[in-house]
């Protein structure tokens, strides 16, 4: 059974969070004296000088009406990497636990787990990029804490099987972490849904992709009340300052645009592999359940030096572990896709 008391860090579950002047008052004033802000105003047209609401209650409601989930299962972090970390700080005891990777997969899980001592236990992904459950199930220990999904997977770009997401929800006692940065180009539907059903499931989104907000940084997890009771308890009290509050509000009233420019990515998406696939060089292109596509060539190094010499650049994942000559390549606008297949034509 999954228990978060049995998950938590001790110092954690003891932890006396910060208390920020506007956590002590919250109501309205004329004067507020309480925080040490410059009174006078900011020396831009617009002022900063007060300090952002912790808890981003705006945003919080806005994207509540957007995704169907009550503002109390929402966490707002300096993009969906802080919420990440602060995963790994309140449940991972450094040195002593471990996590889950299922390489390959998207970089950061690694590094925060380097960053805060805590072990790796990796279960690559099947040849057809899947979850390789009876790994999993071997790999895990008393002290796994966290499993990793991120579905569609960055950076091969396909979605995990639902029912074996569902397994592993199911089955493991410590949090399965479903990082969604890519749903919005997704066939698949998100698990924000599944919350009420699994106790120990922490959804990631970001509005940083399909939103094209990645500027701002203003990252989501969505998980039970108490799971974000903890991560609010972590982070730093003003993680996601003013100007990406207001601005995230704003944009998210433009979800018809954001809506367009998904349907057009998707369209692009399929014109362009249609056009790699003419390439000798092109032997194969994973299907894709994001904004972006992974090429197998049959020579990812040369091909990206040579668009580097071009000014196009793409990500050469060839060193990854199942990557081998793999091109990670960005869907663009429908001009920057010519470009690139234009340039293409002339790679020998
Ligand atoms: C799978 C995945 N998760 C999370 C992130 C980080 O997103 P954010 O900009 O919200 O920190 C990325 C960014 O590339 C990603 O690919």
Known sequence: ?????????????????????????????????????????????????????????????????????????????????????????SFCNPGVDNVILVPPTYGMYEVSANINDIAIKRVPLTED?????????????????????????????????????????????????????????????TFIQELTEYANLVVLQTLSKAWGLAGLRVGMAFASEEIIEVMNKVKPPYNVNEASQQLALKALQNIDQVNNWIRETLTQRDKLVLELKNFDFVLDIYPSDANFILVKTTDARGIYNFLVGKGIIVRDRSKVELCEGCLRVTVGTPDENIILLQTLQDYK
């Open 1 to 89: 059974m999954f228990d978060i008391n049995n998950l938590l860090r001790e110092n954690i579950k003891t932890l006396k969070p910060y208390s920020s002047a506007r956590d002590e008052y919250q109501g309205e004033a004329s004067v507020f004296l309480d925080a040490n802000e410059n009174a006078f105003g900011s020396p831009l047209e617009q002022n900063y000088n007060r300090y952002p609401d912790p808890l981003q209650y705006d945003v919080k409601m806005r994207l509540s009406g957007i995704k169907g989930v009550p503002a109390r299962n929402i966490f707002l972090g300096n993009g969906s990497d802080e919420a990440i970390d602060i995963l790994f700080r």
């Open 129 to 189: 990029y899947q979850l390789n459950l009876d790994g999993i199930a071997e790999a895990i220990d008393t002290k796994t804490k966290l499993i990793f999904v991120c579905s569609p997977n960055n950076p091969t770009g396909n979605s995990m099987n639902r029912d074996d997401v569902e397994t592993l929800l199911a089955n493991f006692n410590g949090l399965v972490v479903v990082d969604e940065a890519y749903i919005n180009f997704s066939r698949q539907k």
